[in-house]
C-alpha cells in the first residue's frame, strides 16, 4: 500500500469523485459493500432476465454483471492481502 495525495472534487456519501494521480479523468468511488450489494442485484437480475430477455440483450446484462464481479473480485484480493476483513457477509441470510 502507499498514500498518495488525490484530487476530491466531490466528497458526497457513497458518490465520492476523485482522480488518481496517475489518471487524466476522475472516477467514482464505490463502497465495498455498495459493490457487494450492485453485484447481487445483478445476479437477480441475470436470473430473472433469462426467460424475459433476447439472447443479445441478456449477453449485454450478464456483460455488466461479470464486470462487476470481477471489479468485487479485485476489491477482496485487494483487503485480502492487507489483512482488511471485507464490510460484508457473503453467507446468505436465513
Known amino acids: 500500500?502507499?498514500?498518495?495525495?488525490?484530487?476530491?472534487?466531490?466528497?458526497?456519501?457513497?458518490?465520492?469523485?476523485?482522480?488518481?494521480?496517475?489518471?487524466?479523468?476522475?472516477?467514482?468511488?464505490?463502497?465495498?459493500d455498495t459493490l457487494w450489494t450492485m453485484?447481487?442485484?445483478?445476479?437477480?437480475?441475470?436470473?430473472?432476465?433469462?426467460?424475459?430477455?433476447d439472447e443479445e440483450t441478456y449477453a449485454d446484462l450478464n456483460s455488466l454483471r461479470n464486470a462487476l464481479w470481477g471489479l468485487l473480485t479485485h476489491y477482496k484480493a485487494t483487503l485480502g492481502n492487507h489483512g482488511i476483513p471485507l464490510p460484508f457477509s457473503e453467507t446468505p441470510a436465513r
Not at 502507499?2 to 463502497?31: K, N
Not at 437480475?45 to 430477455?53: H, I, L, S, T, W
Open 39 to 53: 453485484c447481487c442485484r445483478a445476479d437477480e437480475a441475470c436470473k430473472n432476465g433469462r426467460a424475459v430477455f
Open 1 to 32: 500500500m502507499r498514500v498518495e495525495p488525490v484530487e476530491i472534487d466531490s466528497d458526497q456519501t457513497h458518490a465520492a469523485v476523485m482522480r488518481h494521480p496517475d489518471s487524466q479523468f476522475p472516477g467514482v468511488l464505490v463502497q465495498g
